[in-house]
């Protein structure tokens, strides 16, 4: 058979038809083979309340509401395991939602910039210090985790309401 003979059309045909069933097998096996395991992984831990995978390009944004947990940076690392395990070496960030309240508008309004303040001068004991002050003069616990990478992991509850926020270091 020469090449002459065969005919393009079909040839064309078949390389479209290919095309599109690798892509479509694909997109299989990143639903039922890594996303809607990781879902499923994810949702069985007791500290999670809510998850929501969204993708974006090549991204996986990962939304979180947790339960009260007794350290944060612990159940932080958890989840992070939990997910590599299954993304590998794709990117992927984890965004822990909080509901709005007095907590998340202290948070906004004074302890962001004293931890930044902190980053930047290195100051962490004058931070913790600070931060110490603010939740007896607000009336909230706080409590404050680093890890060897010194990214920190901040809890604050106050009657109901618990706010988590971690900042990695840059």
Same mark, same amino acid.
């Given at each position: 058979?020469? =090449?002459?003979?065969?005919?393009?059309?079909?040839?064309?045909? *078949?390389?479209? /038809?290919?095309?599109? $069933?690798?892509?479509?097998?694909?997109? *299989? +096996?990143?639903?039922?083979?890594?996303?809607?395991? $990781?879902?499923?992984?994810?949702?069985?831990?007791?500290?999670?309340?809510?998850?929501? *995978?969204? !993708?974006?390009?090549?991204? /996986?944004?990962?939304?979180?509401?947790?339960?009260? *947990?007794?350290? =944060?940076?612990?159940?932080?690392?958890?989840?992070?395991?939990?997910?590599?395990?299954?993304?590998?070496?794709?990117?992927?960030?984890?965004?822990?939602?909080?509901?709005?309240?007095?907590?998340?508008?202290?948070?906004?309004?004074?302890?962001? @910039?004293?931890?930044?303040?902190?980053?930047?001068?290195?100051?962490?004991?004058?931070?913790?210090?600070?931060?110490?002050?603010?939740?007896?003069?607000?009336? @909230?616990?706080? !409590?404050?985790?680093?890890?060897?990478?010194?990214? $920190? +992991?901040?809890?604050?509850?106050?009657?109901?309401?618990? =706010?988590?926020?971690?900042? =990695?270091?840059?």
């Amino acid at each position: 058979m020469k =090449f002459e003979d065969l005919d393009v059309k079909l040839i064309a045909i *078949v390389f479209i /038809v290919s095309f599109f $069933l690798l892509i479509a097998g694909q997109q *299989v +096996y990143k639903k039922y083979g890594i996303d809607k395991p $990781l879902l499923e992984d994810i949702k069985q831990k007791n500290y999670i309340k809510n998850v929501e *995978v969204e !993708k974006f390009n090549d991204q /996986v944004n990962i939304k979180i509401e947790l339960n009260k *947990v007794d350290s =944060f940076k612990e159940t932080y690392e958890d989840l992070n395991k939990t997910i590599q395990k299954y993304l590998k070496n794709k990117p992927y960030r984890i965004t822990i939602i909080n509901k709005k309240g007095e907590l998340s508008n202290i948070y906004e309004e004074k302890i962001r @910039f004293i931890i930044y303040e902190a980053q930047k001068t290195g100051e962490y004991v004058k931070m913790k210090d600070s931060i110490d002050e603010l939740s007896i003069k607000e009336n @909230f616990y706080v !409590k404050i985790e680093f890890d060897e990478d010194m990214n $920190l +992991y901040l809890t604050m509850e106050k009657n109901n309401e618990v =706010f988590y926020q971690v900042l =990695f270091e840059k």
